[in-house]
T-cell receptor, first 111, second 113 residues
Framework: DAGITQSPRHKVTETGTPVTLRCHQT?????MYWYRQDPGHGLRLIHY???????DKGEVSDGYSVSRSKTEDFLLTLESATSSQTSVYFC??????????FGPGTRLTVT | GQQLNQSPQSMFIQEGEDVSMNCTSS?????WLWYKQDPGEGPVLLIA?????ELTSNGRLTAQFGITRKDSFLNISASIPSDVGIYFC?????????????FGQGTRLTINP
């Protein structure tokens, strides 16, 4: 298995609070991605990174920000969580033109 | 946003039966991918297709990249209990070397022993 961990694995938070999810890799892959998975929508790309401090938006980026200060860590932040952000969040990594490997996911519930 | 249309949404079959699912898009993709997701885990790549018309097999799995580059199908032959899970198609675009994937809604496969 690719060395990808996500933390926390489960989180319950209240509307309006900030939340940060962490993705950590031990593979030294250049590209990292954040997705959310909701019933009926498959996985949708939130943000991705193509290098340290280099990030770009995906198709559902509103309400989310990311940071990548070192190769191994990619952080996803919800500045003020809303109930619509209740979801399962997956991190993925890849090398250029190679397959993406997915982490185990973080289940986030916003009450 | 962009989304692929994957069908069927769910399948209930008997062990040993063959399975077929497909994906269509209004956009052209240069690569089509098929993933499987088990409960509580992230998706795992099954098959990647890189050329229009390509037919690729991986054990009991066979997938094809449609000639128009807007569709793909996945077949599973002689299903077994470990085939249970959710199958996703994905179309890939390369942006600055990063793979931007657009996923279908998934096909949930249930097998009756």
């Amino acid at each position: 298995d690719a060395g990808i961990t996500q933390s926390p694995r489960h989180k319950v938070t209240e509307t309006g609070t900030p939340v940060t999810l962490r993705c950590h890799q031990t593979e030294n892959h250049r590209y990292m991605y954040w997705y959310r998975q909701d019933p009926g929508h498959g996985l949708r790309l939130i943000h991705y990174s193509y290098g340290v401090k280099d990030t770009d938006k995906g198709e559902v980026s509103d309400g989310y920000s990311v940071s990548r200060s070192k190769t191994e860590d990619f952080l996803l932040t919800l500045e003020s969580a809303t109930s619509s952000q209740t979801s399962v969040y997956f991190c993925a990594i890849s090398e250029e033109a190679h397959e993406q490997y997915f982490g185990p996911g973080t289940r986030l519930t916003v009450t | 946003g962009q989304q692929l249309n994957q069908s069927p949404q769910s399948m209930f079959i008997q062990e040993g039966e063959d399975v077929s699912m497909n994906c269509t898009s209004s956009s052209i993709f240069n690569t089509w991918l098929w993933y499987k997701q088990d409960p509580g885990e992230g998706p795992v790549l099954l098959i990647a297709l890189y050329k229009a018309g390509e037919l690729t097999s991986n054990g009991r799995l066979t997938a094809q990249f449609g000639i128009t580059r807007k569709d793909s199908f996945l077949n599973i032959s002689a299903s077994i209990p470990s085939d249970v899970g959710i199958y996703f198609c994905a179309g890939q675009s390369l942006i600055q070397g990063a793979q931007k994937l657009v996923f279908g809604q998934g096909t949930r496969l249930t097998i009756n022993p």
